[in-house]
């Protein structure tokens, strides 16, 4: 197990994801039970691949969306990244379902509320054979709440600091580009 978590909760979401059972280094949405860690579930979320430009939040936990200052469930995802942002975490996103492998992130948020936030994040793969599609379950604490900018949209403003996660298959030859 890495050895990087910054968070108790962030390793115990790791551990469990881990013990879940796995197909291709992957385990399926339906393994996934919330009640098995349901104290750390208001920090996880779920981001749904159906497509190169589909890409929507599937979950968001309570703690997330008071952090971030509304529930953006069932909308999209890629609508939410700041242009600059953009090529960085589709990268990541492409290489964590593809290779597969974890992701560990510090990343800068606006809230709706207008407070910049940054969040240790942790993206985990996963199967969703139901739907036939991908997702990332992701554990996101938060570590820092910094300045005030007028209250607007949500948006994702950048990765900070990014690091591969080998989960049995590998990981990309090239590390994650920061914005």
Request: glycine content about 8%.
């Amino acid at each position: 197990m890495p050895d990087r978590f910054a968070h108790p909760e962030t390793k115990r979401f790791f551990q469990y994801w881990d013990s879940l059972p796995k197909s291709g280094f992957m385990p399926d949405r339906a393994d996934f039970d919330p009640l098995a860690i349901h104290k750390i579930m208001p920090r996880i979320l779920m981001v749904e691949y159906f497509s190169a430009d589909r890409v929507e939040f599937r979950m968001v936990g309570t703690g997330i969306t008071e952090d971030i200052g509304f529930d953006p469930t069932k909308q999209s995802y890629l609508d939410r990244l700041e242009d600059s942002a953009f090529g960085a975490f589709e990268s990541a996103s492409d290489a964590i379902l593809t290779t597969p492998c974890g992701g560990y992130f510090v990343i800068t948020a606006q809230s709706a509320k207008g407070y910049i936030v940054d969040f240790d994040v942790l993206d985990l793969p996963m199967t969703n054979r139901a739907a036939q599609s991908t997702i990332i379950v992701a554990h996101l604490a938060q570590v820092r709440v910094g300045r005030m900018v007028p209250a607007g949209e949500f948006r994702i403003k950048e990765i900070r600091s990014a690091g591969w996660i080998d989960i049995g298959a590998g990981v990309p030859a090239e590390p994650i580009a920061v914005t």
